[in-house]
């Protein structure tokens, strides 16, 4: 069974016409505000049942407006964001706004948004049981580490069911990645040890203190060495505001940026940083993915007028 995702804001535009909606608010349309009204639809919920992971997952979809006008493109951006209970609204909204704006060359975009399952276990490359400031708990049990089994499921199977939902004549030209916290270490992660399973990644405020700091210090190390062209890009982006509970954590981001930055940009990988100095940790998602969506995919400038030639023999 599929159901319809509500968005009660005009950010949203056409989805599918298939199922039942899931809601960014009210999730019955009996609490609309008159009989007369209509809800706005954002997008739907799709079931997935995963073979990898032997279990149940469900993604969230938005497709183009223009699918449903049948003014069907011949390329379109494939957007997956993860934590989509949390941030699919966001992803969702700022893909409207910019696949229809002059301020981006984004174009079309469906957004697949994946709902966490246990956010430890699919999000960390590696079992730990170090704390945020980079301690060791050694009385606790060292969890986590289903990274590699969760990115085989999000790069054949998700990503096989969701983009069957695209009609054939529409190209899939780019496929991006964006996470926040754990998810941002995923992202980093996949950059990391598979470069080129996406085109371009946005990890929001990743949590680089997890395992003391493990993947900040392979990429500072070795970067994306597996990188061939045509590179990625990655937009990283950091909560600053400052708190006493993230030193360890900014200590990893200065580490990420001093010293993997360069690297992965001598690797042909094109790093964006920007720092949100005004956001904490809960905060800085949603501006960050509008922000990503608008520096990692620019307006195209226009080309410069020939000049004319020159008067004379």
Do not use: C
């Not at 909204?93 to 696949?99: M, N």
């Not at 301690?135 to 049990?141: F, G, L, P, R």
């Not at 499921?153 to 754990?182: C, N």
Request: proline letters at 8%; zero cysteines; hydrophobic letters at 50%.
């Amino acid at each position: 069974m599929l159901s319809r995702i509500f968005l009660l804001a005009a950010l949203a535009l056409g989805m599918a016409s298939a199922g039942l909606p899931v809601s960014a608010a009210p999730a019955s349309p009996a609490v609309l505000s008159s009989p007369t009204a209509a809800p706005l639809l954002m997008g739907e919920i799709h079931p997935l049942r995963s073979g990898l992971l032997a279990e149940d997952r469900e993604y969230w979809l938005r497709l183009p407006a223009s699918f449903a006008a049948h003014d069907m493109p011949a390329e379109v951006t494939v957007l997956y964001i993860l934590d989509a209970e949390k941030l699919f609204p966001t992803a969702a909204a700022a893909a409207a706004f910019f696949e229809s704006s002059r301020l981006s060359s984004l174009g079309p975009t469906v957004v697949v948004g994946v709902v966490s399952g246990d956010r430890t276990k699919d999000f960390t490359p590696g079992t730990s049981n170090a704390r945020r400031d980079g301690t060791v708990d050694e009385q606790a049990k060292p969890v986590g580490g289903g990274a590699e089994s969760f990115f085989h499921f999000l790069t054949t199977e998700l990503r096989s069911a969701a983009e069957g939902h695209i009609p054939q004549q529409a190209r899939v030209v780019r496929r991006i990645l964006v996470g926040h916290s754990y998810a941002g270490l995923f992202t980093v992660h996949s950059l990391l040890w598979h470069p080129n399973a996406f085109d371009a990644y946005a990890a929001i405020d990743p949590s680089l203190w997890w395992d003391r700091g493990a993947v900040a210090n392979r990429a500072a190390r070795a970067g994306a060495r597996t990188a061939k062209a045509p590179f990625p890009r990655i937009y990283v982006a950091f909560a600053t505001a400052p708190r006493a509970e993230n030193a360890y954590h900014l200590s990893r981001a200065a580490l990420f940026r001093d010293e993997a930055v360069p690297l992965l940009e001598q690797q042909g990988i094109h790093v964006y940083m920007k720092d949100f100095p005004q956001e904490v940790h809960g905060s800085v998602a949603p501006p960050a993915i509008f922000d990503a969506l608008k520096t990692l995919f620019p307006a195209e400038l226009p080309k410069a007028a020939a000049a004319p030639a020159p008067a004379g023999g």
